[in-house]
């Protein structure tokens, strides 16, 4: 296992820590059963909400982008990549229909926001065409290596930049999605595998909170 593998084990095992730690403290302070119900659908709420880090991204307009951007709405960010074999189409899916059940006053309060791990291949015309064929309003971001690296630890969403050298290369990636509020700070996790059925039912009272 290389160093970066290593350090990249070695975050995944933290967020597992951190989600577990979390649904263990929501489940003994909660009384009334909404928390529980967020958790049963895969929206995982951190107990203090955490900063993002300020980095300068570059969208899929080829503009530049900040993060506190997103502010105003509650923003769903996925790592993933354009060429992604499985879980990257898989899930921008699930989340179109998620998005185009929920009640529109509902959708207008989100945003889909994919991150790409893979910088190499995925420009911002790439990125485009790709969520173009998800959901134009869908948005994507790349960037060069070290700021999606500080981008991705500090929302606690590891993966394994891969060797580009290699023909048809894959990227490790986590399935979570980083759910930030409307004051761009990070609220927590929507876990992966996604459940569409129970995150149309909930995000509406998420969307309330502040």
């Not at 929206?43 to 307009?61: C, F, G, K, N």
């Not at 790709?130 to 929302?155: H, I, P, V, W």
């Not at 590891?158 to 894959?170: E, V």
Request: aromatic residues 8%; proline residues 7%.
């Amino acid at each position: 296992m290389t160093r970066v593998q290593k350090t990249v084990f070695i975050l995944a095992a933290v967020v597992a820590v951190i989600i577990g730690l979390t649904v263990h403290r929501v489940l003994q302070d909660n009384r009334e059963g909404v928390n529980t119900a967020f958790i049963d659908a895969g929206i995982i709420l951190l107990p203090e909400h955490r900063s993002v880090p300020a980095v300068t991204m570059t969208d899929q307009d080829g503009k530049p982008v900040q993060l506190d951007e997103l502010k105003g709405k509650w923003s769903v960010l996925f790592f993933g990549y354009t060429f992604c074999p499985d879980i990257c189409p898989t899930t921008l899916a699930q989340l179109r229909q998620v998005k185009s059940e929920l009640a529109p006053a509902v959708a207008a309060r989100l945003q889909v926001v994919l991150v790409s791990v893979d910088p190499n291949r995925d420009t911002p015309q790439q990125l485009k065409q790709y969520l173009g064929y998800f959901d134009k309003e869908f948005r994507g971001f790349t960037g060069d290596g070290d700021s999606l690296q500080k981008l991705a630890n500090g929302l606690s969403m590891p993966y394994i930049p891969a060797d580009t050298s290699q023909p048809n290369y894959i990227v490790q990636h986590s399935g979570n999605l980083a759910l930030l509020g409307p004051d761009g700070t990070q609220r927590g996790f929507v876990r992966a595998p996604l459940n569409g059925q129970k995150l149309v039912a909930q995000l509406p009272a998420l969307v309330q909170r502040d």
